[in-house]
C-alpha cells in the first residue's frame, strides 16, 4: 500500500501539464512504472490521483458489484466517467484532459493534496475554500468519525 504524505503547490500549463513536485515524485519512486489512473471525485469538484496498484485495489471492491442491479450500473457509470490512465513524461510531468480540467474547475493554480493512498488535485481556490470552511468543525468531525475506533496500543 502506498501512503502518500503532504499537500503541494504548483500551476498547470496551458495544455493541461502537470510538474510533479519532487517531494512527491519521491514518495512514488516506487510504483512510478506501473502508471496512474486519474479520475473525478465523488463528493467534490477535484480529481483523484491513483498509482496503478491503488486504483487495482479500489476497482477490485467496484468489480463485485451486481451488474443486475441498476443502481449498481448508474454507480459504476458514474465512477468511471472521465477516468484515464497516465503516464509520468521523462520531464516528471502528467497530462489532464480537458474534459477533467473541466470538472474540476482547475485554472492555473493547482495542490496536490495527500488522501493517504491517492492524491486529490484541486483548483486552489477550491482547495482553500473546503479546508477553511467556516460550517465544518473539524474537531467535531474528528471525533465523530474517529472517536469509537479503538487504536489499540501498537507496542
Request: aromatic content about 8%.
Amino acid at each position: 500500500m502506498v501512503n502518500i504524505i503532504g499537500s503541494y503547490e504548483c500551476r498547470v500549463d496551458a495544455k493541461g501539464r502537470l510538474a510533479l513536485p519532487s517531494g512527491l515524485k519521491k514518495q512514488l519512486l516506487e510504483v512510478v512504472n506501473e502508471g496512474f489512473v486519474l479520475k473525478r471525485s465523488v463528493f467534490h469538484s477535484c480529481l483523484e490521483l491513483y498509482p496503478m496498484s491503488e486504483w487495482n485495489s479500489e476497482i477490485a471492491g467496484v468489480n463485485k458489484l451486481n451488474r443486475f442491479v441498476k443502481k449498481n450500473n448508474d454507480f459504476i457509470r458514474m465512477f468511471m466517467a472521465g477516468v484515464k490512465m497516465l503516464e509520468m513524461d521523462a520531464s516528471g510531468r502528467i497530462q489532464i484532459s480537458k474534459d477533467l480540467i473541466n470538472f474540476s474547475g482547475i485554472k492555473k493554480e493547482v495542490v496536490l493534496s495527500s488522501a493517504v493512498n491517492r492524491i486529490e488535485i484541486w483548483d486552489k481556490d477550491s482547495y482553500e475554500a473546503v479546508v477553511n470552511n467556516p460550517e465544518v468543525d473539524f474537531a467535531e468531525l474528528a471525533e465523530e468519525v474517529m472517536g469509537n475506533i479503538d487504536l489499540g496500543d501498537d507496542k
